[in-house]
Structures are given as structure tokens and as C-alpha cells.
């Protein structure tokens, strides 16, 4: 087992552990590199981020809706866009 892994691995790693549990090998070599890794640590948070946000706007959104519609596509109404940017500028403030 290698204890290296490429920033490409991790986020794709990161990613993939949204959707569903890591083995436990995958997932301690993912962390010792989020130890050393502040560039993907930081990526890590944003992606946080961004599926707290697409949940809460996923969650209006169909809430919203009439019973039964949600399974049709939905677009993001302009409102939604721009409090969705809001939010991310938020999360990641330009120095």
C-alpha cells in the first residue's frame, strides 16, 4: 500500500465519498494526504460547500413544485443562480 497519492486521486476520492463509504485503506491514505495537502484540503471544503448548497437549493426547489413533478429536469431559476454565486463568494473571499 502507498501512502503517496496525486491531488488528481484525492479529488476524485473526495468526490466519490460523497456518493458512498470509501474501504478504509482508500480512506486513511485520502486523509494522511488532506494532512499534508492544503490545495486539496481547501478543495475538499468547496466541494462541502457546494453539496450543502445543491441539497438546500435541490430541497426548495422541490418544494416548490406540484406533487409529482419532480421527476421532471429543473432549471435554476436566476434568483436561485445568483443566491447560489452569493454563497460561494462567501465561502471563498477573494483576498
Same mark, same amino acid.
Given at each position: 500500500?502507498?501512502?503517496?497519492?496525486?491531488?488528481?486521486? *484525492?479529488?476524485?476520492?473526495?468526490?466519490?465519498?460523497?456518493?458512498?463509504?470509501?474501504?478504509?485503506?482508500?480512506?486513511?491514505?485520502?486523509?494522511?494526504?488532506?494532512?499534508?495537502?492544503?490545495?486539496?484540503?481547501?478543495?475538499?471544503?468547496?466541494? @462541502?460547500?457546494?453539496?450543502?448548497? *445543491? *441539497?438546500? @437549493?435541490?430541497?426548495?426547489?422541490?418544494?416548490?413544485?406540484?406533487?409529482?413533478?419532480?421527476?421532471?429536469?429543473?432549471?435554476?431559476?436566476? /434568483? @436561485?443562480? /445568483?443566491?447560489?454565486?452569493?454563497?460561494?463568494?462567501? *465561502?471563498?473571499?477573494?483576498?
Amino acid at each position: 500500500m502507498h501512502l503517496f497519492m496525486p491531488c488528481e486521486e *484525492a479529488a476524485r476520492l473526495t468526490s466519490e465519498e460523497r456518493d458512498h463509504p470509501l474501504p478504509w485503506s482508500r480512506k486513511v491514505i485520502l486523509r494522511i494526504h488532506l494532512v499534508f495537502c492544503a490545495h486539496c484540503r481547501a478543495c475538499c471544503r468547496k466541494l @462541502a460547500i457546494l453539496s450543502c448548497i *445543491a *441539497a438546500r @437549493a435541490g430541497e426548495t426547489v422541490l418544494a416548490r413544485l406540484p406533487v409529482g413533478a419532480g421527476d421532471r429536469d429543473v432549471t435554476l431559476s436566476s /434568483e @436561485a443562480r /445568483e443566491r447560489i454565486k452569493r454563497a460561494l463568494d462567501c *465561502a471563498n473571499p477573494r483576498k
